[in-house]
Every structure is written in C-alpha cells, then in structure tokens.
C-alpha cells in the first residue's frame, strides 16, 4: 500500500513529472541487486526442467503477447 500522502503528492504532479518520477524509480531498482533464496533457486531449476523435457508446456513470445494483450482490452 502506497503511503497516503506521497499517493496525494503523486497524484498533484503533472503527466510529464510523473513519468520522470517513473524513469527515476526504474533506474533506481535496475541497479538494486536482487537476493534470490536457495528455495527460489531450486524452484527456478526444478521449472526449467520440466520444460526442457516437454517444451509444449510452455508458451513462445507471440502466445505469451497474445494472452497478455487480451487481458488488458
């Protein structure tokens, strides 16, 4: 949940303020690095191999475009 008062001080700030504001935090979390714990690790494993041994489970890039952009519309 968003703190009340930088929500109102956002919402006050013009579009072109804004997206500098979201330029701003993009930057910011680019360059943080991420901790990923063992548990994760073994997740992210355990998921690239059932793939790697039955690729129809997953989904190419236009699919994954497709079903994204439906769920926006």
């Given at each position: 949940?968003?703190?009340?008062?930088?929500?109102?001080?956002?919402?006050?700030?013009?579009l072109?303020?804004?997206?500098?504001?979201?330029?701003?935090?993009?930057?910011?979390?680019?360059?943080?690095?991420?901790?990923?714990?063992?548990?994760?690790?073994?997740?992210?494993?355990?998921?690239?191999?059932?793939l790697?041994?039955?690729?129809?489970?997953?989904?190419?890039?236009d699919?994954?475009?497709?079903?994204?952009?439906?769920?926006?519309?």
């Amino acid at each position: 949940m968003v703190n009340p008062a930088l929500q109102s001080a956002i919402e006050a700030m013009s579009l072109d303020e804004r997206l500098e504001l979201v330029e701003f935090i993009e930057q910011s979390v680019e360059s943080a690095p991420i901790d990923v714990t063992e548990e994760q690790k073994t997740i992210i494993r355990s998921r690239a191999a059932e793939l790697d041994a039955d690729p129809s489970i997953g989904l190419t890039w236009d699919e994954l475009d497709a079903r994204m952009g439906a769920r926006w519309k």
